[in-house]
């Protein structure tokens, strides 16, 4: 059986906020209304999740990471320490968007290293790797390893989170095929 949530008693959760089984809410963090939680996830120490963000199961947030409304993370979504999300394009203090914030996605299996940077309005592709001090500014394919910035990619992960090599293989036996400019494990 699978426990409940621990949250832990320096930590806050507002309500109308749902954390599914087996969740762990660590030291110092909020957790504000209307978050959406899923099952087996961990929220490092010092993690601020803004009110109405989507998360799903599996989801790995480590220490000093906000994640802002408008910002969706799908199930399995590794976010390394310190990682950063936007959520409006051009924000000024005297012109507050007053809860207009653009989307941006995070698909399953994706990995965000440690200081990487997600403008808002972006999509980061299923199983995609993005390195430490990345800052994306557009959409991510699916399997892309990008660094940089602004992030570029410099080749492919596989689901494992091994880079491919050149035949788009990987050492765990996987394989993959580039079809129109995308990636697909055969």
């Known amino acids: 059986m699978v426990d409940q949530p621990y949250i832990h008693p320096s ?3 507002d309500e109308d906020v749902s954390i599914g089984r087996g969740t762990k809410v660590w030291h110092f963090c909020h957790v504000q209304h209307g978050a959406r939680i899923g099952e087996r996830c961990s929220l490092g120490q010092n993690v601020n999740i803004g009110p109405h963000v989507q998360i799903g199961s599996g989801v790995r947030i480590q220490n000093n990471v906000s994640v802002y409304e408008g910002v969706i993370l799908e199930d399995d979504v590794f976010c390394g320490p ?4 936007t ?6 203090a005297s012109f507050p968007v007053e809860g207009h914030y ?3 996605l995070v698909r399953c299996g994706a990995s965000l290293g440690a200081n990487s940077t997600v ?4 999509t980061i592709g299923q199983s995609a790797m993005i390195a430490a001090g990345a800052v994306v500014t557009s959409d991510v394919p699916d399997y892309a390893l990008m660094v940089g910035v602004p992030a570029r990619q410099v080749g ?5 989170g091994r880079r491919l090599d050149d035949d788009l293989r ?3 036996g996987r394989s993959y095929e580039l079809i129109d ?3 697909y494990q055969k």
């Open 170 to 172: 990987c050492t765990c």
């Open 156 to 160: 492919w992960v596989c689901e494992c």
């Open 82 to 85: 310190s990682c950063v999300f």
């Open 119 to 122: 403008v808002c309005g972006t």
């Open 181 to 183: 400019d995308k990636l």
């Open 11 to 13: 930590s806050y959760v």
């Open 87 to 92: 959520n409006v394009r051009l924000p000024r």
């Open 102 to 104: 653009d989307t941006t």
